[in-house]
C-alpha cells in the first residue's frame, strides 16, 4: 500500500516561541495522524484521533518524567504523547528537520496503535522474536526512520529527501542504527509503499550494528 499522501506542513518562523512552537508541531503531527486514519481503519486499529505534543522547553515541563533527560533525545513518544526536546526549535533545527523528528514520533504512536484484527501483539512489530533486545529496538526504531521519511517526502516538496535524512542522522548507537542502516532504510522510503519499511520482519544483516557508537 502507498504511504497516505497529505497536505501537512509545519508552519513556523524562525523567531517563533516556545508557545507557538507546541501548538505549531501538535497540529502537524496531528495532520499526519490524520492522513493515516483510513490505513489505520483498514486494519482493525481504533482510531487515534487525539495526539498531544508537549515541548521539553516549555516553563515547568521538566516536571514532566518524559523530560527529565531531554538532553538525550530530541523526540520520544508514549501511546498518545510526543514529546520534544527544548532542542527541537526552528531556532536550532530547520523546519524540515523538525518535520522528521516529529514523523518519526508519528511513527511510533502507529506502532503502539496498530493491531491485528485477532487482538495480541502490536501488527506493526507483530512476529519478532530477536533474543538480542537491542537489534528489536533498532527494527522499531529503523521501521519508524524510514515511515517518518516517507511522511515528510509524501507531500512533494522535498526532493532527495532520503539522502539529506541520512546525512544528518540525528543519533547513532546500538540500540538505534549504523550510518550504513540508517541510509538503507531511508533510501527504501523513497520506493513510497509501507512495507518497504517494514524492519521488523526484515533479516538480521539488515539491521545490525556494524559501526562506532558517536
Not at 508541531?25 to 486514519?37: G, H, V
Not at 538532553?71 to 510526543?82: E, P, Q, Y
Not at 532542542?87 to 523528528?101: N, T
Not at 550510518?179 to 509503499?193: F, L, M, N, V
Request: with cysteine; net charge neutral.
Amino acid at each position: 500500500m502507498p504511504f497516505p499522501t497529505h497536505h501537512c506542513r509545519l508552519q513556523l518562523g524562525r523567531d517563533a516561541d516556545l508557545a507557538t512552537t507546541e501548538a505549531q508541531t501538535e497540529r502537524y503531527a496531528a495532520c499526519l495522524m490524520a492522513a493515516w486514519q483510513p490505513w489505520l481503519a483498514q486494519h482493525g486499529a481504533a482510531s487515534l484521533t487525539l495526539v498531544r505534543l508537549k515541548h521539553c522547553g516549555r516553563p515547568g515541563a521538566t516536571k514532566l518524567r518524559a523530560c527529565r533527560d531531554a538532553d538525550s533525545f530530541l523526540g520520544r513518544a508514549d501511546r498518545d504523547t510526543i514529546y520534544l526536546s527544548p532542542r527541537a526549535v526552528p531556532q536550532r533545527r530547520d523546519l524540515v528537520d523538525l518535520e522528521l523528528v516529529v514523523a518519526h514520533e508519528v511513527g511510533h504512536l502507529l506502532q503502539h496503535q496498530v493491531r491485528p484484527r485477532e487482538g495480541g501483539e502490536q501488527a506493526l512489530v507483530l512476529a519478532v522474536a530477536d533474543r538480542d533486545d537491542k537489534r528489536l529496538s533498532r527494527r522499531f526504531e529503523l521501521q519508524v526512520e524510514c515511515m517518518s521519511v516517507a511522511m515528510v517526502a509524501a507531500d512533494g516538496r522535498h526532493p532527495g529527501l532520503a539522502e539529506r535524512n541520512a546525512a544528518l542522522a540525528f543519533t547513532s548507537d546500538d540500540e538505534h542504527w549504523d550510518a550504513a542502516r540508517h541510509r538503507e532504510w531511508s533510501r527504501r522510503a523513497t520506493r513510497g509503499i509501507v512495507g518497504e519499511c517494514n524492519a521488523t520482519l526484515a533479516q538480521d544483516a539488515l539491521v545490525a550494528h556494524n559501526g562506532a557508537r558517536r
